[in-house]
């Protein structure tokens, strides 16, 4: 099992977040910890991104960090630098898949379509994020099993509380991404109390 597919099956449900203060970071993450939930992708949509990375993985190592919306090497190395566990892209490029093959990093690419999909296992990827779910639909997800066996997705986009389950049944779904678990109102009031009570909810989601 690769590592970036032993930290997915480990947990149904990664919280995505986008985070504006690296000062709640670290709550955020102790809090994520409490309810259940030993994993969080933070996207690089912020400045305060790499330093929240930076904060939870020296604070708060029992969490796996991952590093979001990577779009080029550039991000990646970046990314890697601060600590970052795990990275992620919302689609692939050679560029991207090179970088992290290279590095030997734990990198989840993206994909929507069965070429990206062949792309990734011509490199040696067969665990994807699939991206956008919700418009392709549950139906669609479920085909790719059929050609592409040995692929697992974590897949985002549109992925609520009421329909995270029927994505989590799917045989080839290991997870799923969620942004309901830390809010940017939640983390604009540091409920930390709410979002550790979001995370208790994801983490009995789907198992």
Do not use: H
């Not at 690296?22 to 955020?28: C, E, G, I, L, R």
């Not at 991206?131 to 050609?147: D, N």
């Amino acid at each position: 099992m690769t590592a970036v597919r032993a930290l997915l099956a480990a947990s149904p449900v990664v919280p995505v977040i986008r985070i504006e203060d690296a000062n709640d970071a670290v709550p955020m993450a102790r809090a994520l910890l409490a309810g259940g939930i030993g994993l969080a992708e933070i996207t690089l949509r912020t400045p305060a991104a790499l330093e929240a990375i930076r904060r939870m993985a020296a604070e708060v190592p029992e969490i796996a960090t991952g590093a979001g919306t990577i779009l080029n090497p550039r991000d990646l190395d970046a990314a890697a630098e601060a600590g970052a566990s795990f990275f992620i892209s919302p689609r692939l490029t050679p560029a991207r898949l090179d970088a992290a093959a290279s590095s030997g990093v734990s990198y989840l690419p993206g994909a929507a379509t069965s070429g990206e999909i062949m792309q990734a296992l011509e490199r040696g990827f067969d665990c994807l994020k699939l991206f956008p779910a919700a418009p392709l639909g549950a139906a669609t997800i479920k085909s790719f099993a059929g050609p592409f066996p040995q692929v697992s997705l974590c897949v985002t986009g549109g992925i609520t509380p009421e329909n995270a389950a029927d994505f989590l049944a799917l045989p080839n779904v290991l997870s799923v991404g969620a942004s309901w678990v830390v809010t940017d109102a939640l983390l604009e009031a540091k409920d930390w109390a709410a979002i550790e009570a979001n995370a208790r909810a994801a983490a009995g989601l789907g198992r």
